[in-house]
């Protein structure tokens, strides 16, 4: 079984449009987050969540709204694409936040804006 | 903000020599975590170094983390086409702070 999985693992999709990915750990971890890598291979995050509960939303354009039904699901839905949004987008968890937890990552969901 | 800058960019280098990537971060860290990308792949842990002038190894592979607890290495000795990835730190300010991760460090290695 996969520890941290992303669907979909590619997307292609045109500007204006909304898409969302899907993230899931079977790991019992309580922590989640969204990562952004572009094509520079920079890795920056967007949010964590802990227990359903947002904890850090860094400066990320209100049209990427997270989602957390429970702690072992994060979602991200992206309304009115932009050509800027193009990225592979890592979903990511730890054990526990605050404690130097290491970071499991999914597989990543790469999305081009056309 | 938390800065974590990490030189070189890329390093090509031949089989058989050895690597060292840097990190150094803007602020004290709390601790420092290294993660190992593959092409095409996603990152994954290699260590987490605490204390101040800690040192841990890995087989071919040593991690120093700074008295002043702002700044680490990762050192490959005898590198191999395995080892060819992308190699990031990342670290923390403080406890509860967003892991930051340093640019990375993309090895090549030709055989």
């Known amino acids: 079984d996969t520890a941290v999985s992303q669907t979909p693992k590619y997307l292609v999709t045109q500007m204006g449009n909304d898409k969302s990915i899907k993230c899931e750990q079977n790991l019992g971890h309580d922590t989640m987050y969204w990562y952004k890598q572009d094509s520079k291979k920079f890795l920056k995050i967007m949010f964590s969540?802990?227990?359903?509960?947002?904890?850090i939303n860094e400066t990320v354009p209100n049209r990427f709204s997270p989602k957390s039904p429970d702690k072992a699901h994060l979602n991200l839905h992206i309304n009115s694409l932009e050509l800027g949004d193009s990225a592979v987008y890592f979903c990511?968890?730890?054990?526990?936040?605050?404690?130097?937890?290491?970071?499991?990552f999914g597989e990543g969901s790469r999305l081009t804006v056309l | 903000g938390q800065q974590v800058m990490q030189i070189p960019q890329y390093q090509h280098v031949q089989e058989g020599e050895d690597f060292t990537t840097y990190c150094n971060s803007s602020t004290t860290l709390s601790n420092i975590q290294w993660y190992k990308q593959r092409p095409g792949g996603h990152p994954v842990f290699l260590i987490q170094?605490?204390?101040?002038?800690e040192v841990k190894k890995q087989k071919r592979l040593t991690f120093q983390f700074g008295e002043a607890k702002k700044n680490s290495s990762l050192h490959i000795t005898a590198t191999q086409t395995t080892d060819v990835g992308t190699y990031f730190c990342a670290g923390r300010s403080q406890a509860g702070t967003a892991l930051i991760f340093g640019k990375g460090t993309t090895l090549s290695v030709s055989s």
């Open positions: 170094l605490v204390k101040s002038g």
């Open positions: 969540y802990n227990n359903k509960e947002l904890i």
């Open positions: 990511a968890s730890s054990h526990r936040t605050g404690v130097t937890g290491e970071l499991f």
